[in-house]
């Protein structure tokens, strides 16, 4: 095998790859029963109790 067809090789299987990575999360992110927990997810920070952590840096 020369350098270029390994390169080319590489390059194909790295695609291919991240390509499919990113089909999975975007099936993971649009799949009708996930969106409970991405609701419950998105509501964390109106649901905290500690009201004066934003004005004193944390004294």
Known sequence: MTYETVRSL????????????FIGVLVFVFWPGNQKGFDEASRIPLDSDDFGAGGNNGR
């Open 10 to 21: 590489s390059a194909m299987t790295g695609l291919f790859i991240f390509v499919t990575l």
